[in-house]
């Protein structure tokens, strides 16, 4: 059979075929990516050639070769091993601050949705904290507890808050129109059951979506605030730090901020395809 | 006897997957329809009656592509270039859809949405063409075209919409409407009121229409002829009244029982045992053979043509004309 | 059950939605004194337009949605207090529309049923189990069906299951809302069926909420019709198809598609459309659409009895002639006895 007859000769097939193709390519390197580097975040103890706190002052920014695959920082520290920690602490921080926010996001957007009469209150205090840059609060609170990894997790977790409980919400009032939450009430299910499996458990891919997308966000902001100064503080390795402290030596020995930097652009970029794919995979929840 | 304005051959559908494979879901489909005539196209969900109408409208989706022949007056629509094919879809030939909530634009005035239709067709100028949707409006039976013309399509009820979808299908005054279960989603009252208005266009413009439903009644009401579809295939063709009264396909008999009747009270209702066939499931012998109490051997071996038995009246079954009850000791 | 009460029964039931802006706010009845009861073992239609409140009804009587007035009393002890307590539930369910919304999307048919027979049944293990299957086969499913989930299921088997869900509960009465109309012809018939079935079986008593005339009338005792929120006319099903006295309800009656009527001819119809309950006249609510219309109606006509249990709004009742549904069937004698030949075919298959 040819399909010619009515015009619809210019065959869709193979156009598609190549797209969903391409897409396979960067969705396959993305999961690469991401597996390798977390991989070796997780793995970092066992294998950074050196301790990457160890200052030798005689090797101090050297390029890269055999003796340092990366080279050295300008204290002669392995920059190889300084990264490897760098993403540990960049990964633990950012996840923390992503699962703890996403939590009470989800279940204030959840919850405004379940309990019209609080949609109100909730509204209006996801409103406020949507205002707030998130920057803002990573320097008060800088300011009020002192620099560190604490108060840079906390203000990405309030970061996290409002987004989440938006995409929370308008997921939940879609699911809250299904007839299946009328018919869960109308067996007499309790109130728990009917707002944690009925109505979060059908908005968590919708959610869980959002989040991927926003995982790669969070690093780049953490990233951000450490740079900044406001967070973890040398010589604390963290890639937001480490390309700080390259940033002083940038015209010389350019590797130093080169390669914190690129493996945040490598985290961040596999993070957002991956996030896309999976978008693809649910648009159709998605609203 | 004139040219048919639409003259359909041997259409067929063919879903190509992503692996190489293909699978025909619509085959063999003929009719033709002529001034003043409405073609009603009846199947279920999944026999492929909405997948008729959008071939005709070229709105496949991807790893959908048609064959056959179609000819629009004389005009075969294969052998234009797309180009030519778009333009001529929404103005000679248009198409209603079944939801009037989402077959508007919700930002535009539906004056503006008539307007843009013959515009877009070159059809009127921008002056003439709010005069022309007033006139349009009031034609499908609106009240107050002339302030209607300037109303959003959520200040107006459902059947209103319905009304302003077939005007804005008609605003390219097509020789040819298909309406895609144009009532299903409106109102008993209403959906009456709609089906009028289709019958009255058709007579009034001398249009052709194609009435796809799953509503028998719907058909009923307003088809000059009936086509049957099951699982993509035609199983009956014949004039409006000779379907109703002399149905032969066991399909459409089946089909036909299955209505509550509003006349005489029946303790249960007939039913047809089993499911449509997936597309590509069946390979050989009658795709309602499985289902039909009159199947023989031979049905399932043998795909069986779609056959003349009297004027106009074509059945696909090997069994055709059923002329008596199919076995001995159904006295009841 | 104490046989001096109607299973059911629901007096002046009234309900109001606020509309207007924060100053101007007033109520809109969706629902307006509607009273009606139901028997054991019996089928009550309730018949309407969108926006004729006979779903917003339907909740009600689950107290899903709260009334705003007026009392339902289930076998006299009033529903709020049965809500209160969860006892409702094990009286009356509900069935929904939607196949496709109506279930869980992420629990498998196992799941759908068994939390139903655990919350009230208090069944467990083996014999959650054993009651699964056994709710599977009454609705006609094959028990090894109940480990998939509810999308691999056509729209057909997906309302068997939601029926099997809300006889779960094992209640005496079920609202069905609109239960056949997103279903193809002859699954509609199935499925009416198998609720008939049940009936007979059970001895459940139903509410049916519909819009098609024909199947509310084949499975409905009597039939309610309902017109922006209250009964115009109520009657046995066989005295309303032959005898409807209402001018909607005629309306409604001759705006049934026909099989066999012949096509062409032109028909009394029904102009304009509901008003909405925002802009509801005074007086008669239909006048507007009425041909009958008099000065007369300006003021609410009274639900007056005119036959053992025919009732009818109308201030003109006198005056209309009874309407009733042309019989004729198209079909031709040999027609008609091929139906009947497949019916019976059918019939012999399926048991």
């Avoid at chain 1, 109100?120 to 560190?148: E, H, K, N, Q």
């Avoid at chain 2, 489909?29 to 009656?49: H, M, P, Q, Y």
């Avoid at chain 3, 606020?18 to 073992?41: D, E, K, Q």
Wanted: hydrophobic fraction near 45%; include cysteine; charged fraction near 20%.
């Amino acid at each position: 059979m040819t399909p010619t007859g009515t015009g619809q000769s210019i065959s869709p097939r193979s156009a598609k075929r190549r797209r969903r193709a391409k897409g396979g390519v960067a969705t396959a390197m993305a999961v690469a990516i991401l597996a390798v580097i977390v991989g070796v975040a997780l793995l970092a103890p066992v294998l950074a050639p050196y301790d990457p706190y160890e200052v030798d002052l005689s090797a101090a920014l050297q390029p890269p070769g055999s003796a340092h695959l990366l080279g050295t920082d300008m204290q002669g520290r392995d920059l190889l091993s300084r990264i490897m920690y760098g993403t540990r602490l960049t990964l633990l921080t950012s996840l923390t601050a992503l699962v703890s926010g996403s939590v009470v996001g989800a279940l204030l957007g959840l919850a405004a949705v379940f309990f019209p009469s609080s949609d109100a209150v909730i509204g209006r205090l996801l409103d406020i904290l949507l205002s707030f840059p998130a920057i803002l609060f990573g320097l008060a609170l800088g300011a009020s507890l002192g620099p560190g990894l604490l108060p840079v997790t906390i203000a990405l977790s309030i970061a996290t808050v409002p987004e989440v409980g938006r995409i929370a919400r308008a997921a939940g009032l879609t699911i809250a129109r299904q007839e299946y939450m009328q018919s869960g009430r109308a067996i007499g299910l309790g109130k728990t059951t009917l707002f944690f499996k009925y109505l979060a458990w059908n908005c968590m891919p919708t959610i869980f979506v959002f989040l991927t997308l926003r995982f790669g966000f969070i690093i780049l902001l953490g990233a951000g605030l450490n740079f900044l100064g406001l967070g973890a503080a040398p010589p604390a390795a963290e890639l937001g730090v480490l390309a700080a402290e390259g940033r002083n030596v940038l015209a010389f020995a350019p590797h130093v901020a080169t390669y914190p930097s690129l493996t945040i652009f490598l985290l961040v970029l596999s993070l957002n395809v991956l996030g896309d794919v999976l978008r693809d995979k649910l648009d159709k929840r998605l609203l | 006897m004139t040219l048919p304005l639409l003259a359909v051959d041997a259409l067929a559908v063919t879903h190509h997957g992503a692996d190489g494979s293909s699978v025909e879901i619509i085959g063999d489909v003929s009719f033709s329809i002529g001034a003043g005539e409405t073609l009603g196209l009846v199947g279920e969900s999944g026999s492929g009656k909405s997948l008729t109408a959008l071939a005709l409208m070229d709105l496949l989706g991807p790893n959908l592509a048609a064959t056959g022949t179609i000819l629009l007056r004389d005009r075969s629509l294969g052998s234009l270039r797309p180009r030519e094919r778009r333009r001529l879809c929404g103005s000679e030939l248009a198409m209603v859809f079944q939801d009037p909530m989402t077959a508007l634009n919700p930002v535009y005035t539906v004056g503006d949405q008539i307007a843009e239709v013959l515009l877009t067709h070159r059809l009127a100028s921008r002056r003439p063409a709010r005069d022309r949707a007033v006139e349009l409006l009031g034609q499908v039976g609106i009240p107050h075209p002339s302030q209607r013309v300037d109303a959003y399509p959520h200040q107006l009820s459902g059947g209103m919409r319905q009304r302003v979808v077939i005007a804005i299908a008609l605003a390219g005054d097509p020789s040819v409407l298909i309406a895609d279960e144009p009532t299903t989603a409106l109102d008993v009252t209403i959906q009456a009121q709609i089906l009028d208005l289709l019958r009255e266009l058709s007579a009034q413009r001398g249009m052709g229409t194609m009435l796809i439903s799953h509503d028998l009644g719907a058909i009923a009401e307003v088809a000059t002829q009936v086509m049957v579809l099951y699982a993509g295939r035609v199983v009956e063709h014949a004039p409006v009244d000779r379907l109703f009264a002399e149905a032969q396909h066991p399909y459409t008999i089946g089909l036909l029982s299955s209505l509550p009747k509003l006349g005489g009270r029946e303790q249960r209702l007939s039913t047809i045992a089993g499911r449509v066939p997936l597309p590509g499931t069946v390979r050989t012998g009658c795709r309602f053979a499985d289902r039909c109490p009159w199947a023989l051997t031979r049905c399932r071996l043998e795909a069986p043509a779609l056959t003349e038995i009297a004027s106009g009246h074509r059945v696909a079954c090997l069994r055709a004309p059923l002329l008596a009850p199919p076995s001995p000791g159904m006295a009841a | 059950m104490n046989s001096r009460y109607p299973l059911l029964s629901v007096r002046d039931l009234e309900k109001t939605f606020p509309v207007g802006t924060f100053l101007r706010r007033r109520p809109v009845h969706a629902v307006n004194g509607v009273s009606f009861a139901i028997a054991s073992g019996e089928t009550l239609g309730l018949v309407g337009e969108s926006g004729s409140g006979k779903s917003t009804i339907g909740r009600m009587i689950l107290n899903l949605t709260a009334p705003t007035g007026g009392a339902i009393t289930f076998a006299g002890a009033d529903i709020a207090r049965l809500a209160a307590s969860g006892e409702i539930y094990r009286k009356v369910q509900i069935i929904f529309q939607d196949p496709h919304s109506s279930l869980h999307p992420r629990l498998t048919v196992r799941q759908l049923l068994a939390e139903p027979l655990r919350l009230h049944g208090g069944k467990t293990g083996r014999a959650l189990e054993s009651a699964v299957e056994r709710l599977l086969d009454d609705v006609g499913l094959a028990p090894e069906l109940a480990s998939r989930y509810p999308h691999q299921f056509s729209g057909g088997q997906r309302q068997r299951i939601g029926i099997a869900r809300a006889l779960a509960c094992e209640p005496e009465l079920i609202v069905c809302d609109e239960p056949v109309s997103a279903l193809d012809v002859s699954v509609q018939a199935q499925i009416i069926n198998l609720l008939k079935d049940l009936q007979e079986k059970r001895g459940l008593s139903y509410l049916f909420i519909a819009h098609d005339l024909a199947v509310v009338r084949h499975i409905s005792h009597r039939i309610a019709v309902l017109y922006l929120g209250e009964v115009v006319e109520s009657a046995p099903s066989e005295e309303l198809f032959s005898g409807a006295r209402h001018p909607y309800s005629q309306a409604l009656l001759a705006a049934i598609p026909r099989t066999g009527a012949a096509p062409g001819k032109p028909k009394a119809r029904l102009r304009g459309e509901p008003p909405s309950p925002i802009a509801r006249p005074a007086g008669c609510a239909f006048r507007a659409r009425c041909s009958y219309a008099t000065d007369l109606c300006g003021t609410p006509p009274p639900l007056r009895t005119i036959g053992a249990a025919h009732l009818v709004a109308c201030h003109h009742v006198e005056t209309i002639a009874p309407f009733a549904v042309d019989r004729t069937i198209g079909a031709s004698p040999r027609l008609a006895a091929l139906m009947r030949a497949f019916a019976a075919e059918e019939d012999g298959a399926s048991t």
